[in-house]
């Protein structure tokens, strides 16, 4: 029986904190506003999720130097810090800046780490810092619904 238990307790440490099989939230960044939403492809045990995330994002003022940014990305999810209810993620994809009163559309590929947490039943709070590889930085908290 003793054998088992730190069998017992790295398999309860190492659980996800709270895997989803589809989100959705609204985030304030350090650029912006939007939203994003995103879905589970497949469950890694021990690790965390893979899944695949969208996001749309407006600028905080409009002017003739701003873009509008959509984004489509790979996500690791539901990666466990243990002893506590926060997990990480981390997420690669590519965006599109669109323009928010004309002129050329500007792609990059971009880099996503952050926290998440829970607050309340299916809401949780999340964190987070992007980099692009156009040489942009920023980052965002916002809250989600996990489904």
Do not use: C
Not at 81 to 105: E, H, M
């Amino acid at each position: 029986m003793t054998r088992f238990l730190p069998l017992l307790a790295a398999l309860t440490l190492s659980a996800p904190a709270s895997a989803a099989v589809a989100w959705a939230g609204a985030d304030a960044t350090t650029g912006g506003f939007g939203v994003h939403a995103g879905a589970a492809l497949l469950p890694i045990p021990f690790v965390g999720t893979v899944g695949v995330e969208g996001s749309a994002e407006r600028p905080w003022r409009v002017t003739d130097t701003t873009f509008n940014r959509v984004a489509l990305g790979l996500t690791l999810r539901d990666l466990n810090i243990p002893l506590s209810k926060v997990d990480a993620f981390a997420t690669l994809g590519g965006q599109a800046l669109l323009p928010s009163t004309g002129g050329d559309n500007v792609y990059a590929l971009y880099g996503e780490a952050g926290l998440r947490g829970p607050v309340f039943g299916p809401a949780g709070w999340r964190a987070f810092v992007r980099g692009t590889s156009a040489g942009t930085f920023g980052a965002g908290l916002g809250l989600e619904l996990r489904f």
